[in-house]
């Protein structure tokens, strides 16, 4: 139901601009999204292109700043704070820290400044942290449901054991999914161990194929982020066939694809990143033109596998998924 709410509101919208509505002045609003990541991950690509398609569309002003160094959290905060500064009229933000960003958006907030949280939430949601709206995926659900899919079949109650990559220890993200990896693992009865990777995909290929010659015994690697591609590369290398061990992640980038082809990662999930770049803005725009509230969305929990990575690929390369 909320996803259909969200495309009726944003299918107003278009109509509004292209069905010979009002045509709005380019530079009306002017809004910042502040980011722990940068457009040259293929990730962010997609999300970085979602808000520029919407802001062009509604014809505001849209500004991406990111730290020099992913995941630098000091530099993300002194950026929100520069931002805010500047008095733009909303800003977007992930929130990748329990605590870090709470002052300054609630100061934001109480400034007058609308402030949408993107990607990654507060892990005790709007009980957490005073943004208005968190769009993003429901992560320790995502978790959850990836173990699901991945383990669809094995009975419960065997000695499976299974590594479950950890790229972001510490990181809300990461441990979030893990949250919901585990939870699922407890209910079958199979046994996991988790494992600081690293979000350097080499790095990530060398401990875990260390990890699967120490542990033979290993049913399957469940990733947090997109290290299941590194996963699939140790599995060939240490002379394992595709399918042979269960492998699944998270997100879409060219590695990952390219493993789900060759069979050695049987599925990734999609959370579709343009539309944390393209509904925050669309949400702010309708804030400041019709007094409209921020709401929820759970970009989903979107399936890719052998049957349909060909047309993921091609939407990919236009940065769309």
């Known amino acids: 139901m909320r996803r259909l709410v969200v495309l009726a509101v944003v299918g107003v919208v278009l109509l509004g601009l292209l069905g010979g509505g009002q045509a709005f002045a380019a530079g009306k609003y002017r809004f910042i999204f502040i980011s722990h990541a940068?457009?040259?991950?293929?990730?962010?690509?997609?999300?970085?292109?979602?808000?520029?398609?919407?802001?062009?569309?509604?014809?505001?002003?849209?500004?991406?700043?990111?730290?020099?160094?992913?995941?630098?959290?000091?530099?993300?905060?002194?950026?929100?704070?520069?931002?805010?500064?500047?008095?733009?009229?909303?800003?977007?933000?992930?929130?990748?820290?329990?605590?870090?960003?709470?002052?300054?958006?609630?100061?934001?907030?109480?400034?007058?400044?609308?402030?949408?949280?993107?990607?990654?939430?507060?892990?005790?949601?709007?009980?957490?942290?005073?943004?208005?709206?968190?769009?993003?995926?429901?992560?320790?659900?995502?978790?959850?449901?990836?173990?699901?899919?991945?383990?669809?079949?094995l009975p419960a109650g065997e000695k499976y054991h299974f590594l479950i990559s950890v790229g972001g220890p510490g990181l809300v993200w990461a441990e979030q999914r893990a949250k919901g990896i585990i939870r699922r693992l407890e209910e079958l009865g199979y046994t996991y161990e988790r494992l600081?990777?690293?979000?350097?995909?080499?790095?990530?290929?060398?401990?875990?194929?260390?990890?699967?010659?120490?542990?033979?015994?290993?049913?399957?690697?469940?990733?947090?982020?997109?290290?299941h591609a590194s996963a699939a590369k140790a599995a060939k290398n240490l002379g394992y066939k595709p399918g042979e061990l269960l492998i699944g992640g998270f997100d879409l980038v060219p590695e990952v694809l390219a493993e789900i082809k060759s069979g050695y990662i049987k599925l990734t999930i999609d959370q579709q990143p343009y539309l944390q770049g393209y509904l925050p803005i669309v949400q702010l725009y309708l804030m400041k033109e019709y007094g409209l509230s921020a709401w929820d969305v759970n970009t989903g929990n979107a399936v890719v596998d052998a049957s349909n990575v060909d047309r993921v690929i091609e939407l990919s390369q236009k940065r769309v998924r």
């Open 38 to 153: 940068g457009e040259e991950n293929p990730f962010w690509a997609a999300v970085y292109k979602g808000a520029q398609d919407a802001a062009s569309l509604l014809g505001v002003d849209f500004t991406f700043v990111r730290p020099k160094e992913e995941g630098d959290l000091a530099a993300q905060l002194a950026n929100f704070k520069a931002a805010l500064a500047q008095k733009p009229d909303g800003i977007i933000t992930t929130i990748p820290h329990p605590d870090m960003f709470d002052e300054v958006i609630k100061e934001a907030i109480d400034a007058g400044i609308p402030v949408i949280c993107s990607n990654t939430d507060d892990p005790e949601g709007a009980k957490g942290n005073a943004r208005l709206a968190y769009i993003g995926q429901d992560l320790e659900q995502a978790g959850y449901f990836l173990t699901s899919k991945l383990t669809e079949g």
């Open 196 to 227: 600081d990777t690293t979000m350097k995909m080499d790095v990530a290929q060398s401990r875990i194929q260390a990890y699967l010659q120490a542990h033979p015994e290993t049913k399957g690697v469940i990733a947090v982020e997109y290290n």
